[in-house]
């Protein structure tokens, strides 16, 4: 089931049974904005912990074993453009439960319950909540210093996103506007998105349809959700001029291991092209461990300790990123070079596309095996339908892959963004 419940308010049902268990996802959607990442992220974090009728989170977490092992999650992510705020409940089906018959309605009220009934003091959220989660968040950001590929991955980012302030604050926040956050200022932002957000609702597992809709309909936050909500403009970040004059950045810090981050974009290739194309490229530059990069860089040149590659179909860009030592750099750029080229001037063999073939169909395969990859088919089918291949369609691309196309892939890698953080 597909259903407009308000303008920009979507409900789809996946009766899939498939699975044990039943999730319910409500996602929260509006444009990125670099002056809201961190006070979502704090928002997502306060209002898990504590809510009007469970005072704190060991309330809420007694709620959930008495509903057989309910577990409740809620987070920040970046979604194209758009800063998702996502609540999720999943629970046991109640069909292999003895005593089950509430067991959806109870925690469809418990997932509204957390959304729409936050533990408040007056106009304030619970100050311990919010001082706790507040304290959690910034020893999180502190301790990002720490985690060496998290911070090259960051620096990269910077580097690629130069010209979208939006995209400059990563999606758990940062420090300084994390200072800046009250009380105050993040009810307000609760009762923004509560009023203004784009909302999708995905329900995926052994229901009847219509009776969760009825259910849906009669809960008591139902009338929270029927405002319409403004429209989502999907928008993608261009990179010519980081294709004319790539941004180098190159950072000195006291490690025992570097770190380099390269970017590149894939523009010029043809959209006549086999849509798996680029990923195919990428599983056999370096998105496997039967990788040219890990086979070359790392086993038998032994450059760096570990090197990988990433492809990102929607942003059309690939990440390359190493750990290694700082007097390898020079010589392992030079090597991912020339896998590049290796790639470029077709030399890959058809074994290589065989394997990631298979690589690639696997992984499909294993994925279905997750709630979440139905739940995320439902949010793409949604929110942008065109970056969808179902399974005939997935298999035929597979089939049909041509090795001109993968050579072309290559061919049109353009070098934007290089990010070196060394260690002295």
Known sequence: MRKTLAKNIFLNINPIKKFRTIKIQVDFLRPLHKEETTSRRLLANVMSNSTKDYPSFQAINDREMELYGSEINVFTRN????????????????SFLIDGQTQVKDNLDLLGEIIFKPNLEGKRFDETAFETEKRNLMSNLVSIQDNQDLVSSLGLAKLIYQNNPDRQVPIFGNIEQLNDLTNEKLLAVYQD????????????GNVNEEEFLQALQASDFYQEMSNDRTDLQIKFDRFEELIKKPAIQIDHKHLNQSRIALAYATEGVSKKFNRL??????LILGGDDQSQLFQQVREKNSLAYSVSSTYQPLSHLMMIQAGLDSDSVNKAMDLIDQQIDFIKQGKFTDEQVKHAQKVMLTRRKIATDSIQYYIMQSIWQTVYPKTLLND???????????????ASVAQNLHAIAQYQLIGD
């Open 277 to 282: 194309a680029p990923q195919i490229m990428n």
């Open 193 to 204: 998105v509560i009023k203004n957000d784009s909302i999708v609702i995905n329900v995926v």
């Open 392 to 406: 005939e369609q997935f298999q035929a691309e597979l089939e049909n892959m041509d090795r001109t196309h993968i």
């Open 79 to 94: 979604l194209l453009n758009f800063n998702d705020l996502a609540f999720s409940v999943e629970f046991a089906d109640p």
